[in-house]
């Protein structure tokens, strides 16, 4: 089992900048993937981006390309998503989810990831 512990949500105006933290823990630290979703209100689970274990290799959906950053700190087991230039369609909780194996986050595919934290809300408003 893993556990995924988010933190650094909040409130913040629009244009502004926040960065998410995601601790993982747990005895078998052996997964392909954690991923960031995000739900807003009245709305389904979206991805926002991925991070593979391996090599660090980042991927972004659409709606956040070029204005968030994901990374990680092998060595605090810590992954990071930096969002820069937030708009108000950007309020949701956010979600760190891990993947043992397979591809369900690069498509999205929230009910394909294995484990989930209990996500951070994030609210974009001035």
């Known amino acids: 089992q893993l556990q995924l512990v988010e933190s650094g949500g909040g409130l913040v105006q629009p244009g502004g900048s926040l960065r998410l933290s995601c601790v993982v823990s747990g005895f078998a630290l052996d997964y392909q993937t954690i991923g960031w979703f995000r739900q807003a209100p009245g709305k389904e689970r979206e991805g926002v981006s991925c991070?593979?274990?391996?090599?660090?290799?980042?991927y972004y959906f659409d709606s956040v390309k070029g204005r968030f950053t994901v990374s990680r700190d092998s060595a605090k087991n810590t992954v990071y998503l930096q969002m820069n230039s937030l708009k108000p369609e950007d309020t949701a909780v956010y979600y760190c989810t891990a993947e043992a194996r397979g591809s369900s986050c690069y498509m999205g595919y929230a009910s394909g990831m294995d484990y989930w934290g209990k996500g951070t809300l994030v609210t974009v408003s001035s």
């Open positions: 991070i593979r274990n391996s090599d660090g290799d980042p």
